[in-house]
């Protein structure tokens, strides 16, 4: 354990650059955070930095300790904090990114019985179109559609992604509705450029059987979906939702679906957590409760629809 606090004060050091920062940082002393190092360097038989009166930089020691054990101090900081955490109560920040739309529209909501459930959690949410690496940027869940999942990621299927193509009744008797995927090449198409890879997505469609992509064009393009539905709202365009997204205006009248025949491929929005041995209790609370939660609020019903 001496060998891991060591290691865990040589990162936040090399992190903040100083041990002073790591001191404030881990609540502790800058003299106590220095007497650890201290203590790693004198059981490496070497120094890790190089000290003066204003600068603290890496040996080349202290650079190869960083390069081989960023990885491993971290899982074991997790294996350690989740044998710690199993058998207590649900309790500390729940550092969440979220997919803003979805989130405002069907995940806040559930928050307030959430939090009476779980009173010793506090929630730290950052809402972002775009996927994040959950270890490298210290988020304990994220919320989103899209998600390649591999050996380090859990994904759990929240409610499935349905796509559709609305437009304001305003737009459609200004420009009339589309009967075919041709007719789309005639009307001003609202597109999505993905904050993730900068590109823009692409309009998909199921067509006997196959995918197919079709070129759409437009004079507005947005990197937020809340702005693609206003803009939609406002009589500015065609506009590709998801059915979440655009549902309580599809059933007051404020956007219409245009070519409802047409599928888009499925997909599916999911909770996502880094795969540890022990998840932390909060992460599960979390998890097991938006499960529980969407499965009665009847919305997996309404998108079924679509």
């Not at 865990?8 to 609540?27: D, I, M, Q, R």
């Not at 009476?116 to 690496?133: G, Q």
């Amino acid at each position: 354990m001496d060998l891991l606090r060591s290691l865990e004060y040589f990162h936040k050091t090399v992190e903040l650059g100083s041990f002073s920062g790591a001191a404030n940082a881990l609540g502790l002393t800058p003299a106590a955070v220095s007497k650890q190092i201290g203590e790693l360097e004198k059981a490496l038989g070497t120094r890790v930095f190089q000290r003066s009166t204003r600068n603290l930089t890496l040996t080349e020691t202290g650079e190869h300790l960083l390069a081989q054990t960023t990885g491993p101090t971290a899982a074991l900081r997790q294996v350690i904090d989740g044998l710690v955490q199993h058998k207590a109560q649900p309790a500390g920040t729940l550092r969440v990114s979220v997919a803003p739309g979805f989130a405002r529209q069907h995940i806040l909501p559930l928050m307030p019985a959430f939090l009476t459930r779980y009173p010793a959690i506090n929630l730290d949410w950052s809402f972002d179109n775009r996927h994040v690496d959950l270890v490298k940027e210290g988020f304990d869940a994220a919320i989103g559609a899209g998600i390649a999942s591999d050996s380090t990621v859990v994904a759990r299927e929240l409610v499935p992604l349905r796509l559709v193509t609305v437009a304001s009744p305003a737009y459609l008797m200004r420009m009339g509705v589309p009967r075919a995927l041709a007719d789309l090449d005639k009307h001003d198409c609202i597109r999505l450029r993905s904050a993730t890879t900068g590109r823009l997505r692409e309009w998909q469609y199921i067509v006997a059987g196959e995918v197919v992509s079709v070129p759409v064009t437009g004079r507005l393009v947005m990197s937020d979906l809340d702005a693609i539905c206003d803009c939609a709202l406002a009589g500015l365009g065609l506009a590709r939702l998801g059915a979440h997204h655009a549902l309580t205006h599809l059933d007051s009248g404020r956007l219409v679906q245009v070519l409802p025949e047409l599928r888009a491929p499925p997909g599916a929005i999911h909770v996502y957590y880094a795969h540890y041995r022990l998840t932390p209790p909060k992460v599960s609370a979390f998890v097991g409760y938006l499960t529980e939660s969407l499965q009665a609020s009847g919305l997996l019903e309404r998108l079924q629809e679509f």
